[in-house]
């Protein structure tokens, strides 16, 4: 559209002017039209060389704005798509950026933390639970000494009370052969 509103005007200027002089010859006329060709010419080759750099500027823009978008960061439309009333003139789109990159090195930071903080817990639980269970496993143990102590003790009061009723049997036995010895040496 551009190309086309500026081969129209550069027209019309050549026809304005071509109406306004008398032409002194048709040689002079001849080559003011060749040196005004060759200058529309070149005007044309550098607009389309600015026309591909700035479409190789805003398709950067958009690859820019894609991967950003990848990362969780929003870039702006390209500059040159939004008409100057539609931009805040306080907005800086690298301020803009920073806030939102250290905004988001912050969540990062804080769920990090998180997950650590979660990963710590969890193994704090798994050594609670194999602690716990070493516990339950010696208590077991333990309950298991003090019935056998029991058994024991409980075993060696009947060995012993044995002991004594045959003691004291054997004793009986001895103090009354002893008296009979005594009644017959008497």
Known sequence: MQKLTLVFLLSLELSSESGQQP????????????????????????????????DNMQSQWQRIRQELALAGLSLPACPD?????????????VEEICQQIYLARFV???IGRGIAKAEAEIEMEAQVEAKNFEIARLLDRLHYYEAVNRELSQWNQEVIG?????????????????????????
């Open 23 to 54: 032409s002194p010859s048709p040689h002079h006329n001849g080559a003011e039209l060749r040196e005004m060709r060759l200058s529309l010419l070149m005007e044309i080759e550098k607009r389309k060389q600015a026309e591909e750099a700035l």
């Open 162 to 186: 044995e002991i004594f009723v045959k003691c004291s049997k054997v004793l009986l036995v001895n103090l009354l052969i002893y008296f009979q010895l005594v009644l017959l040496v008497e």
């Open 108 to 110: 990062s930071e804080s």
């Open 81 to 93: 798509d939004v008409p100057e009333s539609d931009q805040p003139s306080d907005v800086n789109p």
